[in-house]
């Protein structure tokens, strides 16, 4: 299949990049493949964008003048609303890992060092809105734990009946195991559909769940590691 094929062609989104070079180059080679495409050269312009357009996904450079990619992307999840939950990739040139590691506990979705191949961010980017846009069904509805219920044909998380943010990242994880509540799923399995294949974004999410489902994140109760495999997610019965 080529890049160009895609049924996301009206996704819309937002590429932040100080590089005038890079950044005309991806809006031409993304405007091509079909989607709409909106573009800043700071954070500064791409808050404005954010607060008054929608957005599906948002590409953001690490580093840039001023306010970095890393914090306006942890100004994006600490948004309420679609902004909050927005999916958000990262492009850098370093390559290193405690960037890497910081933007998977900010809840980036990907990341991709640069140089790259086009249609690998192409690829990439429709990975993420394929699994947005046509959520894989979960048997057995809507699970209990604790205080919180977790839908997983909605992708929404309650507490007490007040909804709690997630990540796509996060609610494609929590989905994955509410497939199979009370069975362990390999790490590796649940790291397919993640931006580092290592494993290390699936602990990090989970770190970022427990903090939001657990009364104990320390000592957790649902949402459970199993040694030398993965995690299972342990709903109340």
Same mark, same amino acid.
């Given at each position: 299949?080529? /890049?160009? #094929?895609?049924? @996301?062609?009206?996704?819309?989104?937002?590429?932040? &990049?100080? *590089?005038?070079? =890079?950044? $005309?180059?991806?809006?031409?080679?993304?405007?091509?493949?079909?989607?709409?495409?909106?573009? /800043?050269? #700071?954070?500064? @312009?791409?808050?404005?964008?954010?607060?008054?357009? &929608?957005? *599906?996904?948002? =590409?953001? $450079?690490?580093?840039?003048?001023?306010?970095?990619?890393?914090?306006?992307?942890?100004?994006?999840?600490?948004?309420?609303?679609?902004?909050?939950?927005?999916?958000?990739?990262?492009?850098?040139?370093?390559?290193?890992?405690?960037?890497?590691?910081?933007?998977?506990?900010?809840?980036?979705?990907?990341?991709?060092?640069?140089?790259?191949?086009?249609?690998?961010?192409?690829?990439?980017?429709?990975?993420?809105?394929?699994?947005?846009?046509?959520?894989?069904?979960?048997?057995?509805?809507?699970?209990?734990?604790?205080?919180?219920?977790?839908?997983?044909?909605?992708?929404?998380?309650?507490?007490?009946?007040?909804?709690?943010?997630?990540?796509?990242?996060?609610?494609?994880?929590?989905?994955?195991?509410?497939?199979?509540?009370?069975?362990?799923?390999?790490?590796?399995?649940?790291?397919?559909?993640?931006?580092?294949?290592?494993?290390?974004?699936?602990?990090?999410?989970?770190?970022?769940?427990?903090?939001?489902?657990?009364?104990?994140?320390?000592?957790?109760?649902?949402?459970?590691?199993?040694?030398?495999?993965?995690?299972?997610?342990?709903?109340?019965?």
């Amino acid at each position: 299949m080529s /890049a160009f #094929d895609t049924d @996301t062609s009206a996704s819309h989104l937002l590429v932040v &990049d100080d *590089d005038n070079r =890079i950044r $005309d180059l991806l809006k031409e080679y993304l405007s091509r493949a079909g989607f709409r495409v909106s573009a /800043a050269r #700071d954070s500064a @312009t791409a808050r404005r964008l954010v607060e008054t357009l &929608d957005f *599906d996904l948002a =590409i953001l $450079d690490v580093m840039m003048p001023g306010e970095d990619g890393l914090s306006l992307a942890s100004w994006m999840r600490a948004r309420p609303g679609s902004v909050g939950g927005m999916p958000i990739m990262m492009l850098t040139a370093r390559g290193l890992p405690e960037d890497r590691i910081e933007g998977l506990r900010l809840g980036v979705d990907d990341y991709l060092a640069k140089p790259f191949e086009p249609e690998e961010l192409v690829l990439r980017i429709r990975s993420i809105l394929r699994r947005t846009a046509t959520p894989p069904k979960a048997s057995g509805g809507p699970v209990q734990l604790g205080a919180c219920q977790f839908d997983p044909d909605r992708g929404e998380l309650t507490r007490d009946g007040t909804p709690v943010r997630l990540t796509e990242a996060e609610v494609a994880l929590l989905r994955h195991l509410a497939r199979s509540p009370d069975r362990p799923v390999d790490r590796l399995e649940l790291a397919r559909d993640t931006a580092d294949p290592s494993g290390r974004a699936v602990d990090i999410q989970v770190t970022r769940l427990r903090r939001k489902i657990e009364a104990d994140p320390k000592t957790p109760r649902y949402l459970q590691t199993v040694r030398g495999v993965g995690y299972l997610l342990a709903p109340d019965a």
